[in-house]
């Protein structure tokens, strides 16, 4: 079997450029997690040292990551992942409140859209936010849809396709004052942005381990303190009663270890990301017919989104892929399906730029000579493409 040295070494070989879609795993992180594993493998509601050894691992975590989050350690609730938080931030608030009404950005990731859409069904009133054409919250609009019915408001903090970063802070402002609750998926822009949960008066918030070089399959829901929300898991109690099921202690451990180290240089490796970001758009901003999605300076220092006039995303991904470059189009998570991203459409890019979406994330394993060899290949793969395309360029 390889050492973890040896794989990681063969999958450097690949230009990894889909960091927006989850990151390799940290090797410190790992080495804690399989401590847990192997030493401290009791479950955290039994009575005997073991239990108990791992309950103390838990609250050790939750501490840790409250303390780097700006939150309290029982505004800390560990779930399975971004999924369920903004599942359980959703329903967990319109099932228990009176009041009807649910607004979310049309930008959401497809577990806060979706979610909104089922609730729709059960008889829920359900606004989706427009956002302008850099994918940037129309906040005029938002407000004006805020009436005494209204129960919650989620706005992502950036967006996982294009990058742009909401003004979160000016939303809860406005949230505070007409008395709706707010919540936030900060799942992308966790370990990139200082988060200072308290300062950004929030209600609820959702973050997903894996994103930061954590494991996957582990996340947390803040809820403020005073926020009452209904389980979404029904079971044992655990997580004081908000969500049920045997504690996933190694995922938390890593969860915490994860984001303690994106922590340390989370500054200076954001810096130096940027500058390689800038490098990628203006190169690629070279290429004839192509376009940059969102906005130019409210991004994600990690995010780039281009479109290229007449080519099909899906076939950039693939011959990208035997350059060894890993790419995406559209959301990850829905790029199997031919359908073009909602969120390209909610900015009200053309079609025939939405199919020719491009999104490449960088991660702290990313070198400036990739971004070079990068920067060869997509502009031949874009030409050969637009060869063999129908649409005239
Ligand atoms: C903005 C955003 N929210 C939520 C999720 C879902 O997180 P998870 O994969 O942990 O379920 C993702 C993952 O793609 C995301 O990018």
Redesign the pocket.
């Known amino acids: 079997m390889q050492n973890y040295e040896e794989r990681k070494c063969m999958q450097l070989k690949k230009i990894y450029l889909d960091n927006?879609?989850?990151t390799q795993v940290d090797e410190r992180v790992l080495e804690e997690m399989q401590r847990v594993f192997l030493e401290n493998y009791g479950n955290a509601s039994s009575l005997h040292s073991f239990g108990q050894n791992a309950l103390e691992e838990m609250e050790k975590s939750r501490e840790k990551i409250a303390r780097i989050l700006g939150a309290k350690p029982k505004e800390i609730y560990f779930t399975?992942?971004?999924?369920?938080s903004?599942n359980a931030a959703i329903k967990g608030i319109m099932n228990l409140n009176e009041k009807n009404k649910l607004i979310v950005s049309s930008i959401e990731?497809p577990?806060?859209i979706k979610t909104a859409e089922y609730l729709k069904e059960k008889g829920k009133k359900v606004f989706f936010a427009q956002v302008n054409e850099k994918g940037i919250i129309k906040i005029d609009e938002l407000e004006k849809q805020i009436d005494s019915n209204t129960s919650l408001i989620s706005v992502?903090h950036s967006?996982?396709e294009i990058g742009s970063i909401q003004p979160i802070k000016e939303i809860a402002e406005m949230c505070e004052t007409k008395k709706v609750l707010f919540h936030s998926?900060i799942?992308?822009s966790t370990a990139k942005i200082k988060i200072d949960l308290n300062k950004l008066n929030l209600n609820l918030a959702?973050v997903?381990?894996?994103?930061f070089y954590g494991p996957?399959?582990v996340?947390l829901l803040f809820v403020k303190e005073g926020t009452k929300i209904e389980p979404l898991i029904h079971g044992g109690g655990q997580e004081k009663k908000i969500r049920s099921g045997t504690e996933n202690i190694p995922g938390i451990v890593g969860l915490a270890k994860a984001l303690e180290l994106t922590e340390e240089n989370r500054e200076q490796e954001m810096n130096r990301q940027e500058k390689l970001r800038d490098k990628l758009i203006k190169g690629l901003n070279e290429i004839k017919k192509s376009k940059l999605n969102g906005h130019e300076t409210k991004r994600l220092a990690n995010n780039v989104n281009f479109s290229f006039f007449g080519v099909e995303g899906e076939a950039l991904i693939t011959l990208l892929d035997f350059e060894g470059i890993q790419a995406s189009t559209g959301?990850?998570?829905s790029s199997k399906n031919l359908k073009i991203s909602h969120v390209l459409e909610a900015i009200g890019l053309d079609h025939i730029w939405a199919h020719g979406s491009l999104r490449l994330s960088l991660g702290k394993n990313n070198t400036e000579k990739e971004i070079d060899y990068t920067l060869e290949k997509i502009p031949l793969v874009v030409e050969k493409l637009r060869k063999m395309s129908s649409v005239k360029i």
Do not use: L, P
Request: aromatic share 0%; glycine share 18%.
């Open positions: 927006a879609a989850t399975s992942g971004g999924t369920e903004n990731h577990s806060i992502m967006n996982n998926d799942v992308q959702s997903s381990g894996h994103k996957k399959g996340g959301s990850a998570c």
